[in-house]
T-cell receptor, first 112, second 115 residues
Framework: QKEVEQDPGPLSVPEGAIVSLNCTYS??????FMWYRQYSRKGPELLMY????GNKEDGRFTAQVDKSSKYISLFIRDSQPSDSATYLC????????????FGKGTLLTVNP | GAGVSQSPRYKVTKRGQDVALRCDPI?????LYWYRQALGQGPEFLTY????????KSGLPNDRFSAERPEGSISTLTIQRTEQRDSAMYRC?????????????FGPGTRLLVL
């Protein structure tokens, strides 16, 4: 079993839909949780970052972390065609361990 | 300002050849990371530097892989005696101060194809 599991999709939604992406993980030491967005033929770029459990909102994006369930989510409201990309969850335990452990990524297409 | 740059962007080599992949991090960034990303997968950690010191090389798959960052800036990932299974996208990332949970900025990657 991989440390981080993420449904690769693909996920196709109409413009304006609410999108829910999620990851589960097995390593209880993970403390920092990120969502990266990766456009085709580009490197990943950080979208959202959360420390420990809780919610974080940034515009149309909301990240949720439930450490008790080892489950993280990213919600996209009013999705736009420009949101079409691969979304990767990533996490790290912090401390002296800075390497990120990524999920497989979910390919999202928002259709106009 | 300029982001992380990597060269070459594409590299095709024959099995058994050595290759060197270069990463130029964001200016002033202390930490530099190498990841490998297979098609349809997320990046997998290879190694990590703070300044010129290699702090963690636990992700390097075998002793054919090595990395250096001699002056604490540009880094080179070297793969000796390449094999077809080494074909992947190799990504470099850098972060400002090497702090836990800090944003890692990724480069465009080097696509390596071993024939």
């Amino acid at each position: 079993q991989k440390e981080v599991e993420q449904d690769p999709g693909p996920l196709s939604v109409p413009e304006g839909a609410i999108v829910s992406l999620n990851c589960t993980y097995s390593n209880s030491a993970f403390q920092y949780f990120m969502w990266y967005r990766q456009y085709s033929r580009k490197g990943p770029e950080l979208l959202m970052y959360t420390y420990s459990s809780g919610n974080k909102e940034d515009g149309r994006f909301t990240a949720q972390v439930d450490k008790s369930s080892k489950y993280i989510s990213l919600f996209i409201r009013d999705s736009q065609p420009s949101d079409s990309a691969t979304y990767l969850c990533a996490m790290t335990s912090g401390g002296s361990n800075y390497k990120l452990t990524f999920g497989k990524g979910t390919l999202l297409t928002v259709n106009p | 300002g300029a982001g992380v740059s990597q060269s070459p962007r594409y590299k095709v080599t024959k099995r058994g050849q050595d290759v060197a992949l270069r990463c130029d991090p964001i200016s002033g960034h202390v930490s530099l990371y190498w990841y490998r990303q297979a098609l349809g997968q997320g990046p997998e950690f290879l190694t990590y530097f703070n300044y010129e010191a290699q702090q963690d090389k636990s992700g390097l798959p075998n002793d054919r892989f090595s990395a250096e960052r001699p002056e604490g800036s540009i880094s080179t990932l070297t793969i000796q005696r390449t094999e077809q299974r080494d074909s992947a996208m190799y990504r470099c990332a850098s972060s400002l101060a090497g702090l836990a949970g800090e944003t890692q900025y990724f480069g465009p990657g080097t696509r390596l194809l071993v024939l």
